[in-house]
């Protein structure tokens, strides 16, 4: 059964539809979109298009649609200028609607464009891999990756809408499937020991599980409570920061073994690993839970050390430009309890450097 949360952001307040089969929503929300007159484009990638010919033929039907490469690379400056270029050429105008159907990558880059194109048109987010159903269709972060690290450009701009449909999934293959559940895991562990408990006592699972719509569910919940406080992530402790539980050493991770070796799920798992460690040095989680969390991330294929060892000085140095470095001061986010995240700006070098070594890094 479809339901319905909201992003609680005043004036900007927006819905979150999460059911099945999401074709029915979209196709009215695509007619509400060019009512008037108004015109509409998608931007989608060749494997989705390719695996869900119906979306694009019954839902989004004539609407102009662009598909890009897949991929993380895709999040570049060209393929935004590729996207803008498209969307004046369609001849979008300031009341048109850019509907964005993708993973985490044409989410970011498609959002990043309709924050730009004209100084911002609107955009309906259309999640079809699991972590973009859980993380980032949702919370209006956009932008796209530099040479100096990833996610370094970008805008705020959220959608005016999002669908979730789990329908989707059937398609996605296993290892993207796996790399979202990582961030699955991230929710548990950073706000609901309850969401952990579950994922420890369901193991692996698959698309098809039926308490998988309700897990979506509580994590885009638990998103949506934390950007209703922290819209900007300018909280001075806590707040949106909390949602990079793992980032920061995923983060050094992909920048390190450059785009491609690792998922950006697949680095957070290990990552989330990383966290509970520190977790656990600091005292604050005991060894028995620290353990937890790295057999609950293993259980998803997921790594739990690095796939080959990675140079620590790469490895310090993308850290010191992770975007939460304040005063050049890194920032870590805890967990003070399994369920209960926080940020920590007092953590030693040389711990990070024992986690790392730890983690297999040369
Ligand atoms: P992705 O967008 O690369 O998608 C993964 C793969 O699955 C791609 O090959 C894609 O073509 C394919 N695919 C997508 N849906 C499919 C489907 N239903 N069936 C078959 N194939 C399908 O990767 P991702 O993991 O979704 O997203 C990762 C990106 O998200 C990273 O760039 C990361 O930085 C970003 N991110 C952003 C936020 C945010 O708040 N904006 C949060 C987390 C992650
Ligand atoms: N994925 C982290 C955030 O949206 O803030």
Redesign the pocket.
């Known amino acids: 059964m479809a339901t319905r949360l909201q992003v609680n952001l005043g004036e900007r307040t927006y819905p979150i539809h999460i059911g099945e089969d999401p074709r029915a929503e979209i196709a009215r929300e695509t007619v509400a979109a060019t009512a008037n007159g108004n015109t509409a484009a998608v931007l989608t990638?060749e494997?989705?298009r390719r695996?869900?010919p119906s979306l694009f033929e019954e839902t989004f039907r004539d609407l102009p649609c662009l598909v890009l490469p897949?991929?993380?690379t895709t999040?570049s400056f060209g393929h935004l200028e590729t996207v803008c270029e498209f969307l004046a050429g369609e001849g979008l105008d300031r009341g048109s609607t850019l509907f964005v159907a993708?993973?985490?990558?044409?989410?970011?880059l498609g959002g990043f464009a309709a924050a730009c194109y004209l100084r911002g048109i609107a955009c309906v987010q259309i999640p079809?891999?699991l972590?973009?159903m859980v993380?980032?269709s949702v919370?209006g972060?956009?932008g796209v990756n530099l040479r100096a690290g990833?996610?370094l450009a970008g805008a705020f701009h959220h959608p005016r809408a999002v669908f979730i449909g789990t329908d989707?999934?059937a398609?996605?293959?296993e290892r993207?499937f796996a790399?979202?559940m990582a961030?699955v895991i991230k929710y548990g562990l950073l706000a609901d020991a309850g969401l952990f408990e579950q994922l420890i006592r369901l193991g692996r699972f698959g698309p098809d599980h039926p308490e998988l719509p309700a897990i979506i569910r509580r994590c885009c919940e638990i998103k949506a409570e934390i950007v209703a406080a922290d819209e900007t992530e300018t909280a001075a402790e806590g707040g949106r920061a909390l949602l990079n539980l793992g980032h920061t050493f995923a983060h050094a991770i992909e920048q390190a073994a450059g785009y491609g070796d690792y998922?950006?799920?697949e680095a957070v798992g290990l990552g989330l690993v990383l966290a509970a460690r520190l977790s656990q040095e600091r005292g604050s989680i005991n060894r028995e839970e620290a353990q937890l969390v790295k057999e609950l991330v293993e259980c998803h294929g997921l790594p739990t050390a690095l796939l080959s060892p990675l140079p620590m000085s790469r490895l310090i140095e993308a850290m010191r430009r992770d975007k939460k470095v304040r005063g050049g001061r890194l920032r870590f986010v805890g967990l003070e309890a399994i369920g209960k995240a926080a940020t920590w700006n007092d953590v030693g070098a040389d711990l990070v450097v024992w986690l790392w070594k730890e983690a297999g890094a040369a």
């Open positions: 990638d494997n989705l695996a869900q897949p991929g993380e999040k993708g993973g985490g990558v044409i989410g970011d079809t891999t972590l973009a993380d980032s919370g972060k956009t990833k996610n989707l999934l398609t996605l293959p993207e790399a979202g961030e998922l950006h799920g």
